[in-house]
């Protein structure tokens, strides 16, 4: 099946800025869409960006455009996604998801199979 693991999450200060990366594990998943998304607390999980296996398309959500990046290498079964100029309403916890559909990089939850555990993000203002 596979499995995910982010990393790199922290505690920054406005402005700041971090880089999360998501490792696949027992197999490849150099063909798949990779997401991610955040959930903050009393709130849905909501799409942050997401990259096709070529790495030729992306998608953010409008409020990160411009300030987190997605990308990935799929020789290192890993995705990544840069968070600069972070923002106190960043904060959540950032999961990273995998979908065997590679047609474009969708921005519902249920288009991804795979999920990762989360990773914390805090950002003091």
């Known amino acids: 099946q596979g499995q995910l693991v982010e990393s790199g999450g922290g505690l920054v200060q406005a402005g700041g800025s971090l880089r999360l990366s998501c490792a696949a594990s027992g197999r490849t998943f150099s063909g798949y869409t990779m997401g991610w998304f955040r959930q903050a607390p009393g709130k849905e999980r909501e799409f942050v960006a997401a990259?096709?296996?070529?790495?030729?398309?992306?998608r953010y959500e409008d409020s990160v455009k411009g300030r987190f990046t997605i990308s990935r290498d799929n020789g290192k079964n890993t995705a990544y996604l840069q968070l600069n100029s972070l923002k106190a309403e960043d904060t959540a916890v950032y999961y990273c998801?995998?979908?065997?559909?590679?047609?474009?990089?969708?921005?519902?939850?249920?288009?991804?199979?795979?999920w990762g555990q989360g990773t914390q993000v805090t950002v003091s203002s």
């Open positions: 998801a995998a979908s065997p559909r590679n047609y474009y990089p969708s921005s519902s939850p249920t288009y991804y199979t795979s």
């Open positions: 990259i096709i296996s070529t790495g030729s398309s992306t």
